[in-house]
């Protein structure tokens, strides 16, 4: 069985690699977080033997890690991730001039400091209670039921709880109806905390494939039937990272599939109110089976920093959900679920707000990649694009972008198994200017990366001539 590390670096991409560039494969593992800070490292002979290449080039690129303090070594005690920042060196990750990309978010709306404002005496009434609530405030969770029964689906307050963010609530659904050996389909790319969330709970890892022109059905429902994964986390509109939509017909097709192969789908719903222009709206997945679960945020439509999510799911699994949260959790700010109610309250507003600045976001983005020669692909909203670069270089971008002081996932970063190289996400949740500036460093880096490209296929053109 192929080391964690191997998985992660993908035999074929580094076939023939260096050793100076598998320690350059191995950093951005570890800048980008797929390998974790104290994990234990193949030993020297066993990576030589995994990769079938000498045991001197493995030591090599140890010492290359180990002289830039990205992994430490102890005699009888292995080789570990670490990280320099202790020692003083640069990084873009502490840089305050730095723009991070691998947070794909935007500030907060407009309406944010007076919505704030008149939630006050809401929380003024809340003083003499305790302060905990594992549902929810009852205001919130009907404000959040008639926003699923404005798009097509009923759905009764008691069927929803309020989380701390989508992420939390995947954790509370995980820990609830999770089985630690178990499979669980998911899409590739997706959601890369979603992915840690999911093995973090024992989770075996099912990949089925996206790009921006959808899923493969043919693929995803195989896996359903053939697999029969414990669980399917999908991101069904304005899919993270590639901003793909699942039509309607496509959602009962894997609803029934789901239902024959007992699996049970957890349906992501934070980018679904990101619309710029798609022009049509698909009814929820909760619309095809009562059993699907449902988690959904404020943090994309209104602030990262409010963290309020929730969950829809049916009633005996909404006691399930409340009998597991107290051992984690005893409710959510009541403040911010305060805020939440009033800004529900104004959908529109928080929906022209997205629409504005994600269409702003998108133009930026659409011109910086121009003037890379690359596409802008179709992206009708969502939190990004999800951008071919036409050749397996995106750890080789992404490391050259954080000497220009830009935070840049590569594309294996929202993959299961350090693949998918050829492409990067790009963010266009940006105010103009700020993604303007973003795209302005990454065209630098994409220079350096282009014309080390081309030294090193001229020096192989000199190197096959003399020989």
Not at 126 to 153: D, H, I, K, N, W
Not at 247 to 259: F, G, L, N, Q, W
Request: proline residues 6%.
């Amino acid at each position: 069985m192929a080391s964690r590390l191997v998985e992660q670096l993908d035999a074929q991409t580094v076939a023939g690699a260096t050793a100076a560039a598998l320690a350059e494969h191995i950093r951005a593992l570890i800048l980008d977080g797929r390998l974790t800070v104290g994990e234990r490292l193949p030993s020297e002979r066993s990576l030589a033997l995994e990769l079938r290449r000498s045991r001197s080039t493995m030591t090599r690129t140890y010492d290359l890690l180990e002289e830039g303090g990205y992994v430490s070594r102890l005699h009888g005690g292995g080789t570990r991730v670490a990280l320099p920042y202790a020692r003083g060196s640069a990084s873009a990750d502490h840089d305050d001039s730095a723009i991070d990309l691998s947070i794909a978010s935007m500030d907060s709306t407009p309406g944010l400091y007076d919505a704030t404002v008149r939630s006050l005496p809401r929380l003024a009434a809340l003083r003499a209670t305790s302060g905990y609530s594992l549902r929810g405030m009852p205001e919130l969770r009907e404000a959040v039921a008639q926003r699923f029964v404005q798009r097509g689906v009923d759905t009764d307050p008691d069927e929803i709880i309020i989380t701390s963010g989508a992420l939390n609530a995947l954790h509370l659904v995980l820990a609830t109806v999770g089985r630690r050996g178990e499979r669980a389909l998911v899409e590739q790319p997706t959601f890369p905390h979603a992915l840690e969330a999911l093995r973090h709970h024992g989770y075996r890892l099912l990949p089925t494939p996206v790009d921006g022109h959808g899923w493969d059905q043919g693929h995803l429902t195989d896996i359903l039937l053939r697999g029969r994964p414990h669980v399917a986390y999908l991101i069904p509109d304005f899919h993270n990272p590639t901003g793909a939509t699942l039509s309607d017909p496509e959602r009962v097709r894997i609803a029934t599939t789901a239902r024959s192969s007992g699996t049970r789908l957890i349906v992501d719903e934070t980018t679904t109110e990101l619309d710029i222009d798609r022009g049509w709206s698909p009814l929820p997945m909760a619309a095809y089976s009562p059993s699907v679960i449902t988690v959904g945020s404020m943090s994309k439509i209104a602030w990262g920093g409010m963290r309020i999510g929730w969950i829809r799911a049916e009633r005996s699994l909404i006691e399930r959900l409340l009998a597991v949260r107290p051992s984690f959790e005893l409710g959510t700010a009541l403040l911010e679920q305060c805020i939440a109610v009033d800004l529900l309250e104004d959908m529109p507003a928080l929906s022209a707000h997205v629409r504005s600045r994600l269409h702003a976001g998108r133009a930026a983005a659409a011109a910086g990649l121009e003037t890379m020669g690359l596409a802008m692909p179709p992206t009708h909203g969502g939190l990004s694009a999800w951008v071919d670069l036409e050749a397996p270089i995106s750890t080789t971008l992404s490391l050259a972008a954080r000497e220009h002081g830009l935070i840049l996932p590569p594309g294996p970063r929202f993959s299961t198994g350090g693949v998918l190289e050829r492409r990067v996400r790009i963010p266009i949740t940006l105010t103009p200017d700020r993604m303007s500036e973003a795209m302005s460093r990454l065209r630098r880096a994409w220079d350096e990366v282009l014309g080390g490209a081309t030294a090193s296929a001229a020096a192989e053109q000199t190197r096959t001539a003399v020989i």
